[in-house]
């Protein structure tokens, strides 16, 4: 358990869902940066890695919610890194997210080694 400062200075118990949403959120942060970092080092433009960024982090999903399929809904908020890492925010009905909390930052963490490992190898191979 861990403590949070109350309204009037009180130390007041965080619940456990509480605090996975606060460490999950510190963790998507630190996984989006290094996403952006990646992008950056495979792309070396400015521009490029944030258009390419925003796409993979934000209009990816907003795409999956025009099409008409549930099931593909479904999968592509399984499987595309912003829907999936903020499952760890939830702390009510986990049962109705489509992937699981930690199961969902685990999806951007991947995505973020994935690019990380092919940014660092092109790196390697460019500038060496």
């Given amino acids: 358990m861990a403590a949070a ?6 130390i007041l118990p965080l ?3 509480g605090l996975r949403a606060v460490a999950g959120s510190v963790l ?12 950056a080092t495979l792309l070396r433009d400015t521009a490029g890695a ?6 993979l982090l934000y209009v990816v999903p907003l795409l999956a919610d025009l099409l008409h399929s549930h099931t593909w809904q479904h999968r592509l ?8 890492a903020l499952s760890v925010q939830a702390t ?5 997210l ?11 963490a991947a995505y973020a080694l994935g690019l ?12 060496a």
């Fill in 77 to 84: 908020q399984r499987w595309t890194p912003m829907p999936a």
């Fill in 92 to 96: 009510r009905d986990l049962d109705l």
């Fill in 28 to 39: 998507v942060l630190t996984l989006v940066t290094l996403l952006g970092l990646a992008l």
């Fill in 15 to 17: 619940p456990a869902p």
């Fill in 50 to 55: 944030i258009t390419t960024g925003l796409g």
């Fill in 98 to 108: 489509p992937i699981g909390p930690w199961a969902g930052l685990g999806v951007l």
């Fill in 116 to 127: 990380l490992v092919a940014g660092g190898a092109l790196f390697r191979l460019r500038d």
């Fill in 5 to 10: 400062l109350g309204t009037a200075g009180l």
